[in-house]
């Protein structure tokens, strides 16, 4: 067992509907140095990646891509999920399906923040459906630039988004992968990776 893994079943709770509630370490109150540990996986398991950016998604994702960032020398960037009025010039436009909030976004990144140089690392906190990945994919590839790689904290490896994304040929590297979990009892297993 790992040390997202451990953390998990010492602070995560499971609420009903197939929800993970990690807000007290990871999405909404953050342990900075469980982030750096993260970090720190994750630059090994990209190891030699030519990794020059970071792209994740608002909001939860952006901690934790900031201390990977730390990691790789590179900046972060994120996709908005609205359109504000300090976004200017031409942008790269997905819509995204949220499992989380059950609604649709358009994500919205500037262009001069990514190019066809650019090798990019998506690094984002949870994944089920992977609607929200298949998006940044759609980011990254319509600016012409390189996915090198995907992090994920934690993966529900009972729902398609991981096949998914393994089925399109990337590298998708999850630090914890939920097999299954149980509201009544809290018991959460994990996936043997």
Known sequence: MNFLEERILKDGIVKEGNVLKVDSFLNHQMDIELF??????????????????????EASGIGIA?????H????????????????????YVAQVESFTHK??????????????????????????????????????????ATVEGIGIAIEKGFQSGGRIIRNLGFQLESLAIVESMDA??????????
């Open 103 to 144: 609604c649709q976004n358009n994500v919205i990144v500037a262009q001069k923040f990514l190019n066809p140089e650019d090798h990019v690392l998506i690094i984002d906190d949870f994944l089920a459906n992977g609607c929200a990945l298949q998006g940044l994919i759609q980011i990254v590839q319509s600016a012409g």
């Open 36 to 57: 750096d540990q993260m970090g720190a996986e994750f630059k090994k398991r990209f190891e030699g990646k030519p990794i020059n950016k970071i792209l994740t998604i």
């Open 72 to 91: 790789f020398h590179v900046p972060v960037v994120f996709a908005k999920k609205s359109k504000s009025i300090n976004l200017e010039g031409e942008m």
């Open 184 to 193: 009544e009892t809290g018991n959460v297993v994990f996936r043997e990776q």
């Open 66 to 70: 900031c201390v990977v960032a730390q």
